[in-house]
């Protein structure tokens, strides 16, 4: 799957979105990504998590344990990703500000993929990743829907994205005038 035909099943689920916006990692962005309008929609989810695992059955060698997301975002597509990959999935969750396997435990060494919808900064999955290695599991490697950044936000281990699509993003402080003349708004899911 194409970078392009990525970007069209957003496009088609009125999940690429124009205008001035506040991106959970604080930075502003003329464009924002909403990929639960993509989520909403089972057979668009399917077909960009089925190739999502069909990249990372290309990528990682040997066998894969478990699917982990970052909640809230990474929970379906890791879900979906797993049942592609035919492995359970199972996600970590904020307490008190930090990433915790809550719900499930892993056994030591178990070999994971950590899956996430869109990729900034990477600070989701590199916390995700610290849980994980916390714990004693093996992380192989990360994937994403999409990689705003490029390829350049590092995230710890091997990212296998399914499309990258540098998006700008700029610091509240340093807004070029057409951005800064529009109303911002923060349509994700984590708060500053």
């Not at 040997?62 to 990703?81: Q, R, S």
């Not at 995230?155 to 800064?180: M, N, Q, S, T």
Request: proline share 7%; net charge negative.
């Amino acid at each position: 799957m194409t970078t392009d035909e990525v970007l069209a099943i957003f496009r088609e689920a009125g999940a690429y979105l124009e205008g001035h916006f506040i991106l959970t990692s604080g930075l502003r962005s003329p464009v924002f990504l909403q990929k639960a309008c993509v989520f909403m929609h089972a057979g668009l989810t399917e077909t960009l998590c089925k190739a999502m695992a069909e990249a990372i059955r290309r990528r990682v060698e040997g066998p894969i344990d478990y699917v982990v997301g970052p909640a809230v975002g990474g929970i379906i597509p890791a879900y979906e990703t797993s049942r592609h990959l035919s492995v359970p999935a199972v996600w970590v969750e904020r307490e008190n500000g930090t990433f915790r396997l809550r719900r499930f435990e892993l056994p030591k060494g178990a070999r994971v993929v950590v899956v996430e919808d869109i990729v900034t900064t990477g600070l989701s999955i590199r916390e995700t990743v610290a849980c994980l290695e916390g714990i004693g599991a093996n992380v192989l490697a990360a994937s994403c829907i999409i990689d705003r950044s490029a390829g350049k936000a590092d995230v710890g281990v091997p990212l296998i994205a399914l499309a990258e699509y540098e998006v700008p993003a700029y610091p509240a402080d340093r807004l070029p005038p057409e951005l800064a003349a529009i109303e911002p708004v923060k349509p994700g899911s984590r708060s500053l």
